[in-house]
């Protein structure tokens, strides 16, 4: 669930994933494409589950998905400290899927901004599109350049936006005032700051984050 596209194991703990074969306990259901595809979709959705991300010091320092801290964890890398109670089964063994994690290794966060991607853009956003306020999945949403690159706009953290595709159809190649349109909010770079915000929000869904977040 997801952390910075910065196994290598970064300074906040991400890496780069690897096939592992996991697949749900008990989810492959009766002979059939439906029940083929309903099973592929809740363990799709099940590996992609956010996960807390700790420092060694058990200071929170990223989130990412069941699949990548799962790898974490198999590298020795870091270890669970709360559990879903769902669990996958790799060839020859069942594992819990974790709701945190911690690295088993203190990691120096530098005080800094993310790297530029779309990823990052979209994490900044929440998925939401910064004209008409919906939440779209990232498949269906772009990016899009507040000041046209017409116009001389950049590509930047503060002239980057989520944008859904109808809204950015309208916008077309004109400044938002043109087009009739008005951001949700001012585009700023994604700092560690930002970055707690959003484990916070996420943390309100999961009690297990909690003790980690508020306080």
């Known amino acids: 669930m997801g952390a910075n596209r910065h196994m290598s194991v970064d300074s906040r703990g991400r890496y780069t994933p690897e096939a592992d074969g996991a697949a749900v306990s008990g989810a492959e259901g009766p002979a059939g494409s439906r029940s083929h595809n309903l099973s592929s979709t809740r363990r799709a ?3 992609q589950e956010p996960v807390l991300v700790l420092n060694a010091t058990y200071e929170p320092i990223n989130v990412t998905a069941v699949r990548r801290a799962m790898v974490l964890m198999l590298k020795g890398v870091a270890q669970a400290e709360e559990m879903h109670n769902a669990e996958v089964h790799s060839a020859a063994h069942a594992h819990k899927v ?4 911690r ?3 203190y990691r120096h966060i530098p005080q800094q901004s993310r790297a530029l991607s779309r990823k990052n853009i979209l994490l900044r956003d929440r998925n939401t599109c910064q004209f008409c306020g919906r939440v779209f999945p990232s ?3 772009t990016l899009d350049h507040v000041v046209p690159r017409s116009r001389g706009g950049r590509s930047s953290w503060e002239n980057l936006v989520a944008c859904c595709y109808r809204c950015n159809n309208g916008k077309g190649d004109r400044t938002p005032e043109e087009a009739g349109l008005k951001l949700a909010r001012r585009p700023r ?3 560690l700051h930002t970055s707690r915000q959003l484990m916070r929000l996420i943390g309100h869904r999961d009690e297990r984050w909690r003790k980690y977040l508020f306080y």
């Open 189 to 191: 770079p994604f700092t």
């Open 139 to 141: 498949s269906e949403l």
């Open 45 to 47: 959705s099940l590996m």
């Open 98 to 101: 974790p709701s945190v994690i």
């Open 103 to 105: 690295l088993l290794a």
